[in-house]
């Protein structure tokens, strides 16, 4: 048997042989999952106070993380997965439709409900008419020529359809069909892609009033007018009422359309399949559910907790997470 020793090798082999160990050295190191510990999270843009309260809590167990929270519209932030092919490790979204809507089954395979909320109409003191509004004729002051108020966009986030939805439970209560068409009609110029955008429009004075989740309206001390339960989605009892009103938005791909049912608010979160970070993933997770930890904070912010919550695809769930669903 013959032994081969470097010294027998030509330069240029042994050259070759080097650039080689050094790339495989390399490549090892960008595929592992635990040799990163940066975590990638896309969050509704009303999630952002809280979901900043929550990733502060969480370095301060793990200081060696480095936290990546990205907010959005929840429709938006889920076409950056499935259109954009962005890497994210957790899905927090204003609405847990949109997770089996649009990353079930092709990019993720389970979801956990984990906190509510309401629509309110939001305002400030220098609001036209702020001292005249009330929660019994918040709908002829908003229709009034000099007055402004902004939405969101229902095409990319919850909040936008959401509001289309609760007007038309209002118009259906109201016995007043023509006051939700004049909505939709009315300062469509001021409709904006997320709903923590309108709130730059109201303290600008661009608009008069917002509709946006209660949570938004405590988390920045604003003024709001607290609709009824029949029209602000909030109350899981009338889901039967809130389905009798919808709203089309886009589907899927360009082109296709969806009928988004109304439905008692629920927040809900996912880990992507592909996660880059998965361990870590879960462990983010499993502090954000916590009731205290990530759940406490969410209810200092004005959305409570509905955990242990209703799951989609639970035998998928991770087993560490599987606590905080219901089957």
């Not at 609001?127 to 229709?143: F, V, Y």
Request: proline share 6%; hydrophobic share 40%; charged share 20%.
């Amino acid at each position: 048997m013959k032994i081969w020793y470097f010294s027998t090798f030509p330069p240029f082999f042994i050259i070759i042989l080097l650039i080689f160990s050094l790339f495989g050295c390399r490549n090892t190191q960008n595929n592992s999952d635990n040799n990163t510990n940066e975590l990638i999270i896309f969050h509704a843009g009303s999630l952002s106070v809280p979901v900043k309260q929550i990733c502060d809590s969480f370095r301060i167990l793990h200081p060696e993380v480095i936290l990546k929270p990205e907010a959005a519209g929840s429709v938006a932030s889920a076409r950056k997965i499935t259109d954009l092919n962005r890497n994210c490790d957790v899905f927090l979204s204003a609405d847990q439709s949109v997770i089996d809507e649009f990353l079930i089954p092709d990019f993720a395979s389970w979801s956990i409900g984990f906190a509510t909320n309401e629509m309110a109409i939001v305002f400030t003191e220098k609001s036209r008419l702020s001292e005249l509004i009330n929660n019994n004729n918040w709908n002829e002051i908003l229709m009034k020529d000099d007055v402004i108020f902004g939405r969101s966009d229902p095409n990319s986030d919850p909040c936008g359809y959401r509001a289309l939805i609760s007007i038309e439970l209002a118009g259906k209560i109201f016995r007043n069909p023509d006051f939700v068409q004049k909505f939709k009609n009315k300062d469509t110029r001021f409709i904006r892609p997320k709903e923590v955008d309108m709130i730059a429009l109201l303290e600008t004075q661009s608009v008069d009033y917002i509709f946006i989740y209660k949570s938004v309206a405590v988390q920045h001390k604003l003024n709001f007018i607290s609709l009824p339960d029949s029209m602000n989605l909030g109350n899981p009892m009338l889901a039967d009422w809130y389905r009798t009103a919808n709203v089309e938005i886009n589907g899927k791909k360009p082109g296709e359309k969806f009928i988004q049912k109304g439905e008692p608010m629920i927040y809900g979160v996912t880990i992507s399949d592909d996660s880059p970070n998965r361990t870590l993933a879960i462990e983010f997770v499993e502090f954000f559910l916590n009731e205290n930890h990530g759940m406490k904070i969410m209810e200092l912010n004005g959305q409570p907790s509905v955990i242990p919550a209703f799951s989609i695809g639970y035998e998928k769930i991770p087993v560490s997470l599987r606590k905080f669903a219901i089957p």
